[in-house]
C-alpha cells in the first residue's frame, strides 16, 4: 500500500491508446466520494475531437444516483440535454465517505452499471443508437471534471480499461483499498451520554483516566493490512477539526501512556499490527476550560497522505471533572425469596425511601469507565482473537489460523499490577458486579501449587473486558475444565461476584467449537460468503441447542449481522464478535426453563433476537406507551462473552410510572434458587407472579 495507489478524481484520465474501440469496452475502478456541494454533477467526461463540448459518461444526479451514459459519437453534438439520451441509473444513491468498486460496461446494443460487482443498473440501447456507433470512435478520453467545473470532491484507485466484457467481478476482488476505522467494540467501557456524545473523566493528573480505543486498518473485505504504517492521534474541536492545543506549562492536550509512563500522543503514535493499533489514551483539556466545546480524537496516517480514508474520528466527546461524573444510587440489599434474583449477589435492593425494587430482575444500567487502568503486566496481548493463542484440533494435527499465539505461556509470565489509588473505588468492568470486593485476605485464596497463579487471578478481576477475555482464551489452550472451575471460583471469591463463574466456565467449548464451525463453514478459509455463514450457523445452532427448539429467523440473522458488524463477505474477526455473543445466548436457549420460553407458540414468549430500540418501540402505539406491566422479553445486544451479562435475558417493560425500565433475569440466580434435589420452576411462572409484569407484549420489527 502506498501514496502512489491512489489519486484525486479529477486527476484521472483513462485512453484508448492501444486498441480501436468501437462495439464495448469496460472500464473498473474504485470510487471515495465526499459530500457533494452541488448536485447534479458529473463524475466523468468523455473527450472526442469531433464535438467541442464535454460530454458526460458518469453522472451524479439530484438524487445521488448514478447515471452511466453509452459512448460519444458525433451525431450527439448537437443535443441540448444529455437526460435526453438513452442511460442506465443506478437503482440506490452513491454512499459517500466509503470506497465503492464501479464497473461501466458499454456495448452497442447494452449498458451495464455495478456497485461492488453487482448489477446496479442496465439500459437496453435504441437501434438507431447502436447504428450511429461507428468506426470513426478510434480514441475516446474519459476524465473528472477539472478547474474550475469541478464540483466532485473524491479519490480513484486501481483504474483500469478493458476491451472486453465479463472482467468486472474480477476485478473488484483482485486489489481492493483500505480505510482506516474505528472498532467501536474496543470503545465498550466509555460511558455514552443519552445524547449521543462520550463522557470522559480528564483534567489535572490525579483525576483523569484512562480509555482505550482501537483503530484498524482494513481493506474493503475486510482483510487486515500486514504493511508496517503508524497512526496518530490527535484531540481536535468537534465543531471545526481544529487542533486543540497545548496550554502553557501545562500536559499536551491528548496524552498516551506505555508502560506506565505518559507521552503527548503526537510524540508516540502506535504502530499497525496485524491491521489494527490500539491506544491507551487520557485527555488533560475539560469542556468546561474551553467554552463547554466538545472534542473528538482524529486518528490519521500521515506517512501515507492526508487522505479522508486514511483519518477517522471518535464521536463527540465531554471531558468532564471527577466531581461530575454520576454514581450509582447506595442500596442497602435485603435477601430475596423469590426465584430470580439480582446480579450482584442475588439479593433485591432496598430503596432509600425503604420501598423495595422488585426482585425478579435487575436494571441494565449503562456501562461507565473504569476510575482507574490499572496496569496489567509487561506483555502486550493483541486486541485481535488472531495470533492469540493456538488450540489443537480433534484429530490433534490441523491449527487453526485464528485465536492463536506465538507464546503459548504467556501467562506464565511475571505479572506485576499496580496498586490502586486510594481516592476511588476500582471499577471491575462489569455493571452488574458489586462495587465493592470482599475482604478476604490474598492468604484466603487457594495456595500457589494451583497451575493458575493468584496473580492471574488478580489481572482478571482487574482487567476490563477484552483483557478478560485474551486472558480466558490464553488460559483455554492449556488448563484443564477442572482447573478453569477452580479458578472461577477464586475470581468468584476475590471480586465478590459469583457471575463471571459461568463465562468463564464456558470458556473452553465457547472457543473449541467456534473454531471447529468457523473451519467446518469457511473450509479453512479467512473469508466465507454471509449466505453460506447463515447456513452453516443455522444448523450448528440447532445443535448447540439439541435441535429441540425453533432455528434462527431472517430477522434474527440481520441482528447478529449488526451486532459483529459483517458484511457480506464475512472475515474471522467478524465472525468472532457474531460467536461471542451468539454462543451464550445459545447455551441459555439449551437450558431447560428457558427453551420452553424459545419454542413456545402460544403464547411467543420470545419472538426472536431484538433490540432495546424495537422493544421500547414495540411498547408504543401511536407514541403513546402501553398500559403498565406490558413486558417484553430479549436479549441485550451490548452484552458479549466474557461479560457476566452476557446470554442472559432482560425483562423490557411499562413500569407504574409510565416510563419504560430495563432489568436484567440472571439464569446462575434461577438455578441456585432452587432447593436441592427439587425441580426448577418455569420461568415463565415466576415473571407472572411478578406484579409489575402483567401482560406479554408483541415485538414490532423496524425495518
Request: aromatic content about 8%; proline content about 4%; hydrophobic content about 35%.
Amino acid at each position: 500500500m502506498g501514496v502512489k495507489d491512489y489519486s484525486f478524481l479529477r486527476d484521472l484520465q483513462v485512453e484508448f491508446k492501444n486498441y480501436e474501440v468501437t462495439n464495448k469496452f469496460s472500464l473498473c475502478f474504485w470510487l471515495y466520494l465526499n459530500e457533494p456541494s452541488t448536485l447534479p454533477s458529473t463524475i466523468l467526461y468523455q473527450e472526442h475531437p469531433d464535438v467541442t463540448s464535454h460530454a458526460p459518461f458518469l453522472l451524479l444526479d439530484d438524487r445521488k444516483k448514478i447515471l452511466l451514459f453509452p459512448s460519444l459519437i458525433s451525431s450527439h453534438s448537437n443535443i441540448t440535454s444529455w437526460r435526453e439520451v438513452a442511460h442506465a441509473i443506478s437503482e440506490s444513491e452513491f454512499p459517500t465517505k466509503k470506497w465503492v468498486h464501479v464497473g461501466c460496461e458499454v456495448t452497442q446494443d447494452l449498458l451495464h452499471l455495478y456497485f461492488d460487482g453487482k448489477i446496479v443498473g442496465e439500459k437496453c440501447l435504441t437501434s438507431s443508437l447502436s447504428n450511429d456507433m461507428g468506426s470513426d470512435n478510434s480514441r475516446i478520453s474519459l476524465t473528472c471534471i477539472t478547474g474550475k467545473n469541478s464540483q466532485l470532491d473524491g479519490y480513484v484507485h486501481s483504474s483500469e480499461l478493458f476491451p472486453m466484457l465479463s472482467t468486472i467481478e474480477n476485478h473488484y476482488v483482485k486489489d481492493p483499498p483500505v480505510q482506516l476505522s474505528i472498532d467501536s467494540s474496543s470503545a465498550y467501557e466509555i460511558e455514552e451520554d443519552s445524547d449521543g456524545v462520550w463522557s470522559i473523566v480528564g483534567g489535572k493528573a490525579s483525576c483523569r483516566r484512562n480509555f482505550d480505543i482501537d483503530v484498524t486498518l482494513m481493506d474493503n473485505f475486510s482483510r487486515p493490512m500486514t504493511e508496517e504504517a503508524e497512526v496518530v492521534a490527535s484531540l481536535v474541536y468537534s465543531d471545526d477539526n481544529t487542533l486543540v492545543e497545548k496550554p502553557v506549562d501545562a500536559d499536551a492536550a491528548l496524552l498516551t501512556s506505555y508502560d506506565g509512563i505518559e507521552y503527548a500522543s503526537s510524540d508516540r503514535p502506535s504502530k499497525v499490527i496485524s491491521g489494527r493499533a490500539s491506544f491507551k489514551l487520557k485527555i488533560s483539556q475539560l469542556s468546561s476550560k474551553c467554552d463547554n466545546r466538545l472534542f473528538r480524537i482524529r486518528f490519521d496516517i500521515p506517512r501515507l497522505g492526508k487522505y479522508p480514508f486514511l483519518e477517522v474520528f471518535s464521536r463527540p466527546i465531554r471531558c468532564i471533572s471527577r466531581n461530575r461524573s454520576t454514581r450509582a444510587t447506595s442500596l442497602m440489599l435485603k435477601k430475596s425469596s423469590l426465584g430470580i434474583h439480582l446480579l450482584n449477589g442475588s439479593q433485591s435492593p432496598v430503596l432509600d425511601d425503604g420501598s423495595y425494587d422488585r426482585p425478579c430482575i435487575v436494571r441494565e444500567a449503562k456501562q461507565s469507565p473504569s476510575s482507574k487502568r490499572v496496569k496489567l503486566g509487561q506483555e502486550k496481548l493483541c486486541a485481535n482473537f488472531k495470533d492469540d493463542f493456538v488450540l489443537k484440533q480433534a484429530n490433534g494435527g490441523s491449527r487453526s489460523h485464528s485465536w492463536t499465539s506465538e507464546d503459548n505461556h504467556a501467562h506464565q509470565n511475571s505479572l506485576v499490577a499496580r496498586p490502586v489509588s486510594h481516592g476511588g473505588a476500582e471499577n471491575f468492568s462489569s455493571d452488574s458486579e458489586n462495587s465493592e470486593t470482599t475482604n478476604s485476605p490474598v492468604d484466603d485464596l487457594p495456595n500457589n501449587r494451583d497451575p493458575i497463579s493468584d496473580m492471574v487471578v488478580f489481572k482478571y478481576c482487574l482487567a476490563d473486558l477484552n483483557e478478560r477475555r485474551l486472558l480466558l482464551k490464553e488460559m483455554a489452550m492449556t488448563a484443564k475444565e477442572e482447573e478453569l472451575a477452580t479458578f472461577a471460583e477464586r475470581v468468584s471469591l476475590f471480586s465478590g461476584c459469583s457471575h463471571h463463574r459461568h463465562q468463564i466456565s464456558i470458556s473452553k467449548r465457547l472457543i473449541e467449537e467456534g473454531i471447529n464451525c468457523w473451519n467446518l463453514i469457511s473450509n479453512y478459509n479467512h473469508h466465507v460468503l454471509w449466505e453460506n455463514l447463515v447456513s452453516g450457523l443455522q444448523e450448528h445452532f440447532l445443535k448447540m441447542t439439541f435441535g429441540r427448539i425453533r432455528s434462527l429467523t431472517h430477522q434474527d440473522f440481520n441482528l447478529l449481522r449488526r451486532v459483529s458488524g459483517c458484511q457480506d463477505l464475512v472475515s474471522q474477526d467478524n465472525f468472532e464478535k457474531l460467536w461471542c455473543w451468539l454462543y451464550p445466548v445459545a447455551f441459555t436457549l439449551s437450558q431447560q426453563c428457558i427453551s420452553s420460553l424459545w419454542g413456545s407458540t402460544s403464547p411467543v414468549w420470545i419472538e426472536g433476537f431484538i433490540t432495546k430500540e424495537e422493544a421500547e418501540s414495540s411498547l408504543t402505539i401511536l407514541g403513546a406507551l402501553q398500559e403498565p406491566g406490558t413486558y417484553i422479553l430479549r436479549f441485550p445486544t451490548s452484552r458479549s462473552w466474557p461479560h457476566p451479562d452476557a446470554g442472559n435475558l432482560v425483562v423490557t417493560y411499562v413500569g407504574s410510572d409510565y416510563t419504560i425500565h430495563h432489568r436484567l433475569i440472571s439464569l446462575e440466580s434461577i438455578y441456585s434458587s432452587g432447593v436441592k434435589g427439587t425441580t426448577i420452576r418455569p420461568i415463565q411462572d415466576m415473571l407472572l407472579e411478578q406484579p409489575e409484569l402483567r401482560r406479554l407484549g408483541r415485538i414490532v420489527r423496524s425495518l
